[in-house]
């Protein structure tokens, strides 16, 4: 049996694909997603205790043979209780570092794996301090929490003080206090995810894309992402780093997912995050671009390891490309029609469109890259076709005719 922490984003996907293989699965949760886990029907339940002895006891009894991290949310307790009981896990002196960005440039530092320039900082004294080391732009960002919160390109001190007062001790997307502010030297070049899966420290590349990324009033925008058909020189060497990333990390077992700036320095480490990508990412056009996804990856490492070991000789070669675009509203109310989904659907490469709100819902402007307006998926065997189709999305979306949105009504109080 294995346990899935928290699956809660694409942790969804993660746990139908292990039983599409027929493994018995229990979701165990921590207390904050109480309310989650009560309407979980998909498979048995757990909640973690505030003693982590007896959630392991619970897991021993089980027979749980590997813990999986089901979402960010749950990678460090999900390495906490598989150290617990002793099974296959990454390594435990680099825990820290896979889950604090900025120990995680001091790891890279320390493997002799280049990378930004960068400071942790807690006061606004420590953030001018490297701000004069770093020099301008930088980005200013919590050491913990994921999905672009808090993340802030910043051109001027002043930029990067008032956004340091503006989310220093504030709560994160991940639940955690912003105690520690990164300060990272600001990458000029273009952006790739690489997503992996690995296995006794070796890794099988699912996935290489370059992100298309607007910055509005400094905030990093992830418009859409296309796949690479094919690795040239500047992308083979992109993917080798990034595997040397995962070896400095500790990262032996399961997935993961990196964002890395190709510079004219080499590439550059923006961060890694040790679980499958997120958000809510459906598998589907997943198997009509590359044959698999990465959820069923992982749950073949799992299930069949003598399968899975066959993929690391494989070529990275899938036979489309796929483009997804994390869909936004530029306003905020009621949702009233959907008045451009005709159109995006007539066009050229078109696959799918998940997560979607319903009209009727209210709807919130948001630069977040969490998919709460919806993605949509685009599967072609040309990349300029993909490319084409997204780029009149996101004309679409700036120009408001994908979403119609009616300001949300107030309500009135006082007495008469």
């Not at 992830?222 to 690795?231: A, G, H, I, W």
Request: some cysteine; hydrophobic content about 40%; overall charge negative.
């Amino acid at each position: 049996m294995i346990a899935l922490v928290d699956p809660l984003s694409s942790g969804v996907f993660l746990s139908s694909a292990l039983r599409e293989r027929g493994q018995d699965c229990v979701h165990l949760y921590e207390k904050r997603f109480s309310r989650t886990a009560r309407s979980d029907a998909s498979a048995p339940v757990l909640i973690a205790g505030e003693n982590t002895a007896d959630t392991v006891a619970a897991l021993r009894h089980r027979g749980i043979r590997h813990v999986v991290p089901g979402s960010e949310f749950g990678v460090a307790l999900a390495h906490d209780l598989a150290a617990a009981l002793g099974l296959a896990r990454n390594e435990d002196e680099t825990a820290a570092a896979r889950r604090d960005k900025a120990l995680m440039g001091e790891a890279l530092r320390r493997a002799g794996v280049p990378c930004a320039g960068q400071a942790a900082v807690g006061t606004v004294e420590d953030l001018t301090g490297a701000l004069r080391r770093l020099g301008l732009p930088v980005v200013v960002k919590p050491s913990h929490s994921s999905g672009s919160d808090g993340c802030r390109v910043c051109w001027t001190e002043t930029e990067a003080v008032t956004h340091f007062l503006d989310i220093h001790e504030q709560m994160n997307l991940v639940g955690l206090p912003n105690d520690k502010i990164l300060v990272q030297e600001y990458l000029h070049g273009e952006q790739y995810v690489v997503t992996t899966v690995s296995l006794d420290g070796r890794h099988v590349v699912c996935e290489v894309t370059r992100n298309v990324i607007a910055e509005l009033d400094g905030l990093p925008v992830r418009r859409y992402n296309v796949s690479c058909p094919s690795l040239g020189a500047a992308e083979r060497k992109l993917v080798s780093y990034t595997l040397d990333c995962l070896d400095a990390l500790g990262i032996r077992h399961g997935a993961a997912n990196a964002d890395v700036r190709l510079t004219s320095d080499g590439p550059r480490l923006i961060e890694v995050n040790a679980r499958i990508l997120g958000p809510v990412l459906h598998p589907d056009p997943y198997f009509a671009a590359f044959g698999s996804s990465q959820q069923h990856l992982l749950a073949e490492s799992l299930d069949d390891p003598a399968s899975f070991r066959t993929r690391f000789t494989d070529p990275y070669a899938p036979p489309q490309v796929m483009g997804k675009a994390f869909v936004r509203c530029w306003e905020s109310g009621v949702l009233t029609a959907v008045p451009g989904l005709s159109s995006v659907r007539r066009l050229p490469g078109f696959h799918s469109v998940q997560g979607l709100p319903c009209v009727g819902e209210p709807i919130r402007k948001s630069t977040l890259t969490k998919g709460r307006t919806g993605i949509v998926y685009f599967v072609h065997p040309q990349e300029p076709v993909v490319r084409q189709s997204l780029e009149a999305l996101s004309r679409l979306e700036d120009e408001g005719a994908l979403f119609h949105v009616t300001p949300a009504p107030t309500t009135e109080s006082g007495c008469t």
